[in-house]
């Protein structure tokens, strides 16, 4: 379970294009970037993903090479559906000059997340599975090696840096929001993590090598981001003085009736 799920995007990949594509064409939307133009909205900073970069690649990826390659394949629909965003900024703001503009989260996680075992991201589909495992005394077991590496940003973090951007960032082009590249973590590391948090004993993680890892690693640059914001302090997830990672599971723990699963 890799980042938007690998098993439930390699499945879903003709479901994903087509939601996203709905949504662009519905009687409400249209596109969703039409209606912020008729009504003149003076600004839409619209969400991108790490997932919508190519497959191939160098590393670090950086806001220039969204468009230069195929995405990984357990990533087409969506990869693709989200790269149009950028297309329809980019024609927004050369025909009309909109302020539009999107940013690149890397993975999120904290408290009221998508829990879901099917769709949700990588962390919150691991403490969900982990808890199951944890309630029914089974062993908990994820899919892939564990290797793969990841960025994660806190949820508080970058709920700052949105309102940032919507208040200073006006560049057309997209601006990546993640974590520096050292701060990269293996799935295992966080599956541990999470173990540790839950009380559920570490040799009872199993590794079901036979499912796919995903993509291996989509190593992101924050050297544009600290040319604007070089002071800013991104909450650590292993380090430090408080650990937000314990804290959303144990929050998970405790409002399990009512998360969004």
């Given at each position: 379970m890799l980042d938007a799920s690998a098993g439930f995007t390699l499945k879903q990949i003709t479901k994903l294009y087509r939601d996203r594509m709905l949504f662009w064409h519905s009687d409400k939307f249209h596109y969703p970037l039409h209606p912020d133009?008729?009504?003149?909205?003076?600004?839409?900073?619209?969400?991108?993903?790490?997932?919508?970069?190519?497959?191939?690649?160098?590393?670090?990826?950086?806001?220039?090479?969204?468009?230069?390659?195929?995405?990984?394949?357990?990533?087409?629909?969506?990869?693709?559906?989200?790269?149009?965003?950028?297309?329809?900024?980019?024609?927004?703001?050369?025909?009309?000059?909109?302020?539009?503009t999107s940013v690149v989260p890397t993975n999120i996680f904290g408290k009221w997340d998508n829990f879901n075992l099917e769709d949700s991201h990588v962390m919150p589909g691991l403490m969900h599975k982990l808890y199951l495992a944890n309630k029914n005394n089974t062993d908990f077991v994820v899919w892939g090696t564990g290797k793969p590496l990841r960025q994660f940003i806190f949820a508080l973090d970058l709920a700052r840096l949105m309102i940032w951007a919507v208040r200073d960032y006006n560049e057309v082009d997209p601006i990546i929001l993640s974590v520096d590249e050292n701060d990269e973590i293996s799935i295992k590391e966080v599956a541990d993590m999470i173990a540790e948090a839950m009380g559920y004993p570490l040799d009872r993680i199993k590794y079901d090598t036979s499912k796919s890892d995903g993509q291996f690693k989509k190593t992101a640059s924050n050297k544009k981001l600290r040319t604007y914001l070089p002071e800013f302090q991104f909450t650590p997830i292993k380090d430090g003085t408080w650990f937000p990672l314990p804290e959303t599971v144990e929050w998970f723990m405790a409002n399990y009736e009512v998360a969004r699963k």
């Open positions: 133009h008729e009504l003149k909205i003076e600004k839409c900073v619209s969400c991108l993903s790490t997932c919508i970069f190519p497959d191939k690649t160098t590393y670090p990826i950086d806001e220039t090479m969204i468009h230069n390659g195929p995405p990984h394949p357990s990533n087409e629909g969506y990869a693709y559906a989200k790269r149009m965003i950028d297309v329809q900024n980019r024609a927004y703001h050369e025909e009309y000059g909109c302020n539009f």
